[in-house]
């Protein structure tokens, strides 16, 4: 080993398979790749590998395997749980996907896309829309994160509910696995059973079973019209009301049904001067619907209206322009970033089942209350989908494992799940040990050991070995 902590001739080897520009080892370049943006996961890589084609990555890839060394993949860096940090060692190899951001080709008729992992999801969007088409996926990271993350992490964001997650939405996969090898599945089939579809163990495996390189993405028709309208509501059964009701009367024309709590509202006029259109209320949805056929408007008026005269909600408002339904969104997608301002919190990624929301919402506060006072929830998410941010306002005093096992332990009793959308990453993997299954545990070990025997890539994600 040399004074790095790799063996000798590695990072000359490596530079050898990269080229100019493909490979990284000054420390003060190295040092965005090691630490999450929260700044949750410190940890130094090594050195950062740029690689520029699938076969530079199979290279890379062959290399660290015959050296023993671990990789870390990476793309825009946005996750919250950890999952693309490397560990404090400095042994181990950054792989970032960011030099591979071609859109290879883009099908209208089809509705397929095929990208590489390194595109950042809004110009996937923009490609899709350039040809008349949506690509859905769609959340507040979508700005930086890459194609290759949001696939390891099977992101979810603002309109699952009518799209589905990441998983539902990509047609073929390309990947390098923990030997080196490349496997092509880039079909761009809509149906296509021939075999197991070895592509969904790669899809929310986080890097820890080989790397994405590339993906046939589905696309959907864009609708002709949009509305976006925010709702203040008195609590979340009222919210649930509202949502049973639009599901009766718009059906899935509905993409989006979000709640935001008072909390929310007041770090977003704290932090970034935002207020809301409406006075302030506990609670507020942001619903949007989009179809093709004319009529859309009234229908949602008329669904809004009812829930008025029911008093399930008492104020409302509909954006009157794309800028409007824009501005709704950026107050939506901005509360992530001014939590962070606010200071120190403790995230939650939990789904209870859709009719569950509220008694879960009452039990968690009052675990909370009686468990960790002094704490403050800020609580929103993507309620369509019975997946909450329930984040935790905390104080120097608090300890933040404590609270998730508090918060985890209410999502337990109502049959939840501690990630509905963000992975596992580094944040949860205790977490998750302490709450599947042992035989589920055991079935994930032995697909770790299967794909990837000798535990380099991206070790300690998802399982702790
Ligand atoms: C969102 O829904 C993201 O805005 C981030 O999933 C959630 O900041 C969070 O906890
Ligand atoms: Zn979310």
């Known amino acids: 080993m040399s004074a ?19 490979l990284l080892t000054d420390e003060a370049d190295c040092a965005p790749y090691g630490i999450d943006w929260r700044r949750l996961f410190p940890g130094r890589a090594a050195a950062v590998a740029r690689p520029s084609s699938t076969g530079q990555v199979a290279s890379v890839v062959g290399l660290c395997r015959e ?16 999952g693309a940090t490397p560990d404090a060692s400095g042994r181990q190899v950054v792989l970032s996907l960011a030099r591979m951001n071609a859109v290879r080709a883009v099908d209208p008729v089809g509705l397929t896309m095929e990208v590489e992992a390194g595109c950042v999801v809004q110009a996937a969007q923009a490609a899709a829309e350039a040809a008349g088409r949506l ?21 979810g964001g603002i309109n699952v509910l009518r799209y589905g997650m990441t998983r539902s939405l990509v047609l073929g996969l390309e990947v390098v696995l923990a030997d080196g090898g490349v496997v092509d599945g880039l079909r761009a089939l809509r149906k296509d059973n021939a075999g197991y579809d070895w592509k969904q163990l790669f899809i929310g495996s986080e890097g820890t079973l080989g790397i994405v390189t590339a993906a046939v993405l589905r696309l959907v028709p864009r609708p002709r019209y949009t509305e976006t309208a925010l709702l203040a509501v008195p609590d979340p059964e009222a919210a649930l009301r509202i949502l049973a009701a639009a599901q009766d009367s718009l059906g899935d024309t509905i993409q989006a049904f979000e709640l935001i709590s008072r909390c929310a509202f007041d770090l977003l006029e704290r932090y970034a001067g935002l207020s809301g259109p409406l006075p302030p209320s506990p609670w507020c949805i942001l619903l949007e619907a ?27 408002v509909f954006a009157e322009s794309k800028a409007q339904a824009a501005g709704l969104w950026s107050l939506r997608e901005r509360i992530t970033e001014c939590e962070a301002h606010q200071g120190k919190s403790v995230k939650h990624d939990v789904s209870v089942p859709i009719p569950a929301i509220p008694a879960f919402l009452e039990a968690a506060d009052r675990a909370l209350a ?47 799940s501690i990630s509905a959308e963000h992975g596992i990453g580094q944040y949860r993997v205790d977490e998750l040990a302490r709450r599947r299954r042992p035989e589920e545990m055991a079935l994930a070990q032995r697909l770790k050991r299967a794909l ?14």
């Open 4 to 22: 790095t902590g790799l063996p000798p001739d590695f990072l000359s080897r490596l530079d050898g398979l990269l080229g100019p520009g493909g």
């Open 452 to 465: 990837d025997p000798d535990g380099l890539l991206n070790p300690g994600k998802v399982l702790r070995v």
């Open 370 to 416: 009686e468990g960790a006072p002094g704490t403050v929830p800020n609580v929103f998410g993507h309620m369509g989908d019975g997946n909450l941010h329930y984040n935790v306002l905390v104080g120097p005093e608090h300890d933040s494992a404590a609270i998730n096992r508090l918060v985890h332990d209410v999502v337990d009793r109502f049959a939840g």
């Open 67 to 82: 050296a023993g060394v671990a990789l870390v993949p990476q793309g825009g860096h946005t996750g919250l749980a950890g």
């Open 290 to 316: 989009g179809s093709s056929l004319s009529g859309l408007r009234d229908a949602v008026e008329a669904t809004l209206g009812e829930a008025l005269e029911r008093g399930d909600a008492v104020d409302g």
């Open 135 to 155: 690509f859905p996926v769609s959340y507040g990271a979508e700005g930086s994160a890459m194609v290759g993350g949001m696939i390891a992490t099977n992101a």
